[in-house]
């Protein structure tokens, strides 16, 4: 075989990493059948190498697309000869933020796979106008403006419930019908037992008699202290008198 069948027969015996180091050689080195063998040896002959741990920090840059990233990544660690599973992890975690969370999911094995993936986002987020904001910055606002709306009402709720307890410690703790109760029954009271006697009361009455409390019978000016006040007459069955006082018969006799 001739030289140069060699050498244009060369590329297509090459894996995935050897042909992209063939194709970042110079014209001058591809051309020369001793250059390339001695280019090769250099290159993938067996030879100890440590592993730099900064690979493992390569990181896009905000403005690198994603061709110039890749491109860059395999300069940076083609001569480490690293298997393609590791290469296909350095390689997306390395990818933008936002990049990365459209990417990750699809979970490609290949260097090949990545760069298509990665081309589709890169075009998609141009093209809606959000890529420079990831996605975790924009789900970090919706969550603030949520919790900023939770709190405005959170708050309107509260003041609302402050007032109604401001209103009910303004007013009395009875409740209202207890209070019409009381306040008719007080009435009553008052009208009933002390309204002046009539005439024929009067007269057959002592001038004592007319000072006395009309429910008891005792020298009572106030219902609270009528011991009368919410008991029933065993005469008439009415409230708020004593039977020794009742004047139910006192009426009949008058009406004779």
Not at 65 to 81: C, F, H, K, P
């Amino acid at each position: 075989m001739s030289e140069n069948k060699a050498l244009s027969a060369f590329p297509f015996y090459l894996d995935t990493i050897p042909r992209q180091w063939y194709f970042q050689l110079s014209e001058s080195v591809r051309s020369s059948l001793e250059s390339l063998k001695l280019a090769f040896l250099e290159r993938f002959q067996k030879r100890t190498t440590h592993f730099d741990i900064n690979l493992l920090n390569i990181k896009q840059y905000m403005e690198e697309t994603v061709d110039d990233y890749m491109a860059r990544v395999s300069r940076l660690t083609t001569e480490y000869e690293l298997p393609t599973h590791l290469l296909v992890g350095i390689t997306i975690q390395g990818l933008k933020p936002d990049l990365r969370q459209i990417v990750m999911p699809q979970s490609p094995d290949t260097l090949e796979k990545i760069r298509q993936l990665a081309l589709v986002a890169e075009q998609t987020l141009k093209s809606t106008g959000v890529a420079n904001t990831s996605l975790a910055a924009s789900i970090q606002q919706l969550e603030d403006k949520l919790l900023s709306s939770f709190s405005e009402k959170l708050e309107a709720s509260a003041a609302v419930i402050s007032n109604v307890n401001s209103n009910f410690n303004d007013q009395s703790h009875t409740p209202p019908f207890r209070m019409n109760f009381r306040q008719n029954a007080q009435k009553n009271f008052r009208s009933n037992h002390f309204r002046p006697p009539n005439k024929n009361s009067f007269q057959n009455s002592s001038s004592n008699q007319f000072m006395k409390c009309q429910g008891c019978g005792g020298n009572c000016t106030d219902r609270r202290n009528c011991k009368a006040f919410g008991k029933s007459c065993l005469k008439c069955g009415r409230q708020n008198h004593f039977a020794s006082v009742c004047r139910s018969a006192m009426r009949a006799n008058n009406y004779r």
